[in-house]
């Protein structure tokens, strides 16, 4: 699949402050499966993202650890609240060092 | 794949003429063929499952090529879509009901049988376990009380075009999907259904009552609809150069989206160096091979993908054909005709399902699903995500599936029969925005 790390983030259009709002998010990536040889699991360094940070108006508010056993071109869906309005960042990092990036801008309606 | 005589589809008198003429070419000759269907038979460029292929065994049995996981059940007994197929629709039978008496338990596990009908995908009966049932026939939980007598109800099963002539319930008996002796088991378990109902306890469970799907959200959300991704992979084959040295941005400059823009609003067309109406997914398995060398065969992922990336050029803008073009008329004509063809062993047509006119099925439930009605629209958000089986399907496979269960053997995906279904479909969306990847149940 084309275009790997790339992010895309989803929250609703209209917020008032104090709203939980749900983010959906999505990045673009193969997370590598285990593969076998013989039955035996091979050792290598597979490509998957194992971290996901996710920061509002500067500061981390959650964070995931993540495994080969989530699908490639994973979808995460979270929820926070939305006290101001400011920059929701995720990044996603994965075993070969990358680091992709994806914001949403929080705007009250 | 077996000569096509398409002249045998030309409508009214001049059917005979065309037979005469055609008969009296020899072979290499010119012929005659009904205008918009290509002269020879059309070879199919679909993935091997997606060919409608038939393959006799070593032990001479014959099995059919299906997608992975689709039954291998030959039909050839019963007639298709396909235009070289004369056979009629097997005239209604009857028999004389076979003595002794039925069992209204074994008629019960019958009536319930997802290998038969099931009966239940149509008609409501009593109780609990009964899920999910349909309404696209008359609910039968007090049968009983109508009191009619058994000889009546078994003909009625057996084959019910005596009674109903239009009727969209399968000629059971006659086709051999129930045998009689299963027949007069199904005909005491209706016996037994009698009134007064108890309160029911789930709406959902009577299919009247029971809530319409509200969908699946946004269909152009890639963080909602996978196929969106699919169709965005699809960028790097428009930039793949084939053996031929091109790729499609070779020719078609500025990008699939520029490029692209309302080309696929007007599909299916009839394309006239092909000599038959075709849709997107059609044109690309021969467009692509002289274009670029690239085989994009029909019901192939790269073929999908890139007919949604195409197709995608097109969203928001209005279907539009070109009714006026005498081919494209005359497919039209042909693929309406399809449309209310009896075919297979259920001898069912689109219609029974696909309309509302006459009590037919359509806006109502056939088991747990809502069928969809055609003049709502059944083309412009396809290809599209099915959620039921996590992959996209185009029209074409929609098709060979709903055919499937019917009993009837499938035709190639890229067959000209489909294409013209496939017309005369679009032409109740003519007007309507482009909406694709859709994303379905």
Partial sequence: ?109 | MAARAWRGLVPGASIIVAALLAAGCAQGDTKMVAPGLPPSPWISRAVPEARGDVKTLPDGKREAVRYRGWTKQDFGGFRTYAYDDPRPEPPPGKIAMPAGAGDPKKGRSLFLNRNLGPCTGCHLIQGNDVWPAGNVGPDLSTYGNRNLPDEYTFNLIYDPRHVFPNTLMPPWGTTGALKPDDIVHIVAFLKTQKGPLPPEPNPERNPVTRPKPVGFGDNLDPTNNPAVLRAESAEALWARKGPAGKACADCHAGGPRAAMKGVAARYPQYVAGYRRVMAIEDFLTVHSPEATGLPLLAEGADNLDLTMLVKMASNGMPVTLDLARPETAAALARGKLSFYKRVGQRAHACADCHTTAGAKGADKFLGGRLLANVEAGLTRHFPTWRTSQADVWDMRKRMQWCMTPLGMNMLAADAVEYAEIELYLTAFDVGKPMNVPGIRH
């Fill in chain 1, 1 to 109: 699949m084309a275009d790997i790390g790339r992010v895309r983030i989803r929250i609703p259009s209209s917020i008032k402050p104090g709203d939980i709002v749900k983010a959906r998010v999505l990045v673009i990536h193969p997370m590598e499966i285990v593969e076998r040889k013989d039955g035996k699991p091979v050792d290598k360094n597979y490509h998957f993202i194992n971290r996901v940070i996710v920061t509002y108006l500067g500061k981390e508010i959650a964070q995931f650890e993540t495994s080969q056993s989530i699908s490639e071109n994973p979808f995460f869906s979270f929820s926070f609240k939305a006290t101001e309005p400011g920059q929701l960042k995720v990044t996603f990092l994965d075993t070969h060092g990358g680091k992709y990036e994806g914001t949403a801008d929080v705007k009250f309606a």
